[in-house]
């Protein structure tokens, strides 16, 4: 199958690239859109990463990366743009991406076939790493529509993408609407191998080592953003999930019940559910800070949208339509991104990538695994004394998940000798900018 094959150098070419059709006419210059599973896995990314942060990976993964470090930094970034002879300063990586169907075979012509998005699901890919090149600033955007967007310069580098292939805005974005109707369908593909071309000054035992800790982490859900080693664990959605969402709709039950109403800005309502989670949380030594709570659950209902949203939930649990209505609740409280939030705790930066790396083995092996992130950046290892961990919950109202995570890092940190308060903040907080020192409470909302 995918990860069997050996002629890697003969199948990897631009024709069997999923981009192809796309790539035909934006000659010069083509923005092949990273698929999402495959976000934050790159030598670039690697290459920045601190060798410390490794170590919550795998005990050989430091060395590999200290490696990475120094071909990257050796790149010559002085010359021409190889796309537009500008200036060049911004080293590229141009990947390709193949995909297979389920019996092994190159799928091709994506635009032409307009295979559903569920048929991807069933395929295998190949991200092929297969050269480096220089850039210039305004290359390197055009190449990166989806960034560009993200940036709000999507404008800036369709303008350029334009001229440097000589055709008309028109035709550009025509073609950049393909490049990401094939984006979408990549996405949907999970199962994924990464293979390193033989890249220039990239010596072969090299290759090989990054090659392997690329696919490592893309199994075992690592990836690299904004300075940040993120872990999500693959398993996620079968094994913790469900019990989340059952948690969370007793809860809310709990708190309707007890208010005598099931509108979720009445005072009334909101006092209840302060309760019933103060006595789940505080019954397991979880201290529940209530003007705290209270403010999260303001912020929670200010946005209309998502008030409506978490009325939807109430409203369908009450009601006594779970079992027939439980895929609905699920991908209402699943869209519901502000319900989350996050167990942070400060080590010493000794002990920082071991114990998290501890961390995560326990709670896969408790079942009760979701998201977490250390820092990467490697000046917070050379200068602070104490690094956060920070271990994510995807409903901030699963109390009996909440325990059992809690319990799990004081275990954990019993393990090293370390004593420290456990600090939970939602993640609405972060956006609303509360942070210690700036506000007149709390930037969190329980504490352990």
Request: charge should be neutral.
């Amino acid at each position: 199958m995918v990860d069997e094959i050996t002629d890697i150098q003969n199948i990897c070419m631009d024709s069997n690239d999923a981009y192809s059709e796309v790539c035909s006419k934006l000659i010069r210059l083509c923005p092949r859109l990273v698929p999402e599973p495959l976000w934050g896995l790159n030598l670039a990314g690697v290459a920045r990463m601190a060798p410390q942060a490794g170590i919550a990976m795998c005990n050989s993964c430091p060395e590999t990366v200290e490696e990475v470090h120094r071909f990257w930094m050796s790149l010559d970034r002085i010359g021409k743009c190889e796309i537009c002879s500008n200036p060049g300063n911004e080293i590229d990586e141009n990947w390709l991406y193949l995909i297979f169907n389920k019996e092994g075979k190159l799928v091709s012509n994506i635009l032409a076939r307009r295979l559903r998005l569920k048929e991807f699901k069933q395929y295998k890919g190949i991200a092929y790493l297969k050269e480096l090149r220089l850039l210039c600033v305004e290359c390197h955007l055009a190449k990166h529509q989806g960034y560009a967007q993200v940036c709000e310069r999507e404008q800036e580098a369709l303008e350029h993408l334009a001229k440097v292939n000589q055709l008309s805005l028109e035709e550009a974005k025509k073609l950049v609407d393909k490049a990401f109707f094939i984006y979408r369908r990549l996405s949907e593909i999970r199962d994924w191998v990464i293979k390193i071309g033989e890249l220039k000054g990239l010596e072969d035992e090299l290759r090989r080592k990054v090659e392997k800790l690329l696919n490592m982490m893309y199994r075992k859900g690592f990836y690299l953003s904004g300075g940040w080693l993120y872990y999500q664990y693959p398993k996620y959605h079968e094994e913790v999930k469900p019990r989340i969402i059952h948690e969370t709709m007793i809860i809310l039950a709990e708190a309707s019940k007890k208010a005598g109403t099931t509108t979720v800005g009445d005072d009334k309502w909101i006092d209840s559910l302060l309760e019933v989670v103060k006595g789940e949380l505080e019954s397991q030594g979880i201290r529940v800070l209530n003007h705290e709570f209270k403010l999260f659950i303001k912020y929670l209902l200010e946005n209309e949208e998502q008030k409506r949203l978490l009325q939807s939930v109430v409203n369908y649990i009450v009601k006594g339509k779970v079992d027939r209505h439980v895929g609905i609740i699920s991908l209402l409280l699943q869209d519901y991104v502000d319900l989350t939030g996050k167990w942070m705790v400060f080590v010493p930066t000794s002990l920082y990538p071991r114990i998290f790396r501890y961390i995560i083995d326990a709670l896969e092996e408790a079942k009760l695994a979701y998201s977490a992130k250390i820092t990467s950046r490697r000046e917070d290892y050379d200068s602070r004394d104490e690094l956060p961990i920070i271990i994510y919950v995807p409903i901030s109202f699963a109390t009996r998940y909440i325990v059992e995570v809690a319990e799990v890092l004081k275990r954990v940190l019993d393990e090293f000798y370390v004593s420290k308060k456990l600090f939970f903040k939602p993640d609405i907080f972060t956006a609303k900018g509360v942070y210690s020192g700036r506000v007149n409470h709390k930037p969190y909302i329980y504490v352990y």
